[in-house]
């Protein structure tokens, strides 16, 4: 028999990297090894998407002992840097995706995740408008559909039964609960939630929602994981995944 020990994942996200929090992270992330197989990161991972703030975001995510993979978040698009920030953490090491995919093997088991920003757009009970509010505001609106069709898209790319889907806008309203219930448009988009169920993913990690709740799951019935900072309280939450031999 193969090694079935299960996939543990490391994920938060929303960790503002800012120069009043350098290095608080750095010591727990470099223990990962000691805990968990691969680390995944959902978004605003600097304040304000500043230069200096992404060469200390950097610092913190040089030299880790386990594959990191993120997709960047609202925030870090403040500046207009977003491709400057992907540039500079793919130097350092990090996989980040926009769209697209990867594949990680781990102790002979593959996983795949498939990652995207995401937007709002707003769920059946708490609807959006694309077409009202500021042009940022529209544009969210906007991009939650759209991201969410890349991501069915990506995951359906991936050729492994263990599949991750990686967001920084949320997928489902059950992790908003505890965030005022007007912003929750705001906050994610259902469509989302419809390619992590159509792209038959394991699981489905996001951030954004600093006031939500931990855990929840799509109409179809996968895990959701709000892992913003915040929520979770402690610098990264552990999953256990089946491994599914290769």
């Not at 990297?17 to 680390?39: E, N, S």
């Not at 996983?111 to 509010?133: E, K, L, Q, T, Y």
């Not at 889907?165 to 997928?171: G, I, K, V």
């Not at 939500?212 to 709000?226: A, Q």
Request: hydrophobic share 40%.
């Amino acid at each position: 028999m193969g090694n079935i020990a299960p996939i543990r994942l490391a994920a938060t996200a929303d960790l503002h990297m800012r120069r009043a929090v350098a290095g608080k992270f750095r010591p727990d992330f470099l223990r990962l090894d000691r805990h968990a197989d691969l680390l995944l990161l959902a978004g605003d991972l600097t304040e304000g998407g500043t230069r200096a703030n992404t060469e200390l975001l950097c610092a913190e995510l040089a030299d880790l002992p386990v594959p990191v993979i993120a997709v960047l978040g609202n925030h870090d698009h403040d500046e207009h840097h977003g491709e400057w920030i992907t540039r500079r953490l793919n130097e350092t090491g990090v996989v980040v995706l926009d769209g697209d995919s990867t594949m990680v093997t781990i102790r002979g088991h593959q996983v795949g995740i498939a990652g995207v920003m995401g937007g709002s757009g707003g769920f059946p009970d708490h609807p959006g408008d694309p077409d009202s509010g500021s042009a940022e505001h529209r544009a969210r609106m906007r991009r939650g559909p759209v991201d969410a069709e890349r991501l069915r898209r990506a995951l359906d790319g991936l050729d492994c039964d263990t599949r991750i889907a990686l967001t920084h806008f949320s997928p489902v309203v059950d992790t908003l609960v505890g965030e005022p219930t007007s912003i929750y448009p705001g906050l994610g988009c259902h469509a989302m939630g419809e390619a992590v169920d159509a792209g038959r993913a394991t699981l489905a990690l996001h951030g954004h929602a600093h006031a939500g709740s931990e855990c929840g799951k799509t109409s179809g019935g996968v895990p959701v994981r709000n892992v913003s900072y915040p929520v979770l309280r402690r610098t990264y939450a552990l999953y256990d995944l089946p491994a599914v031999q290769v």
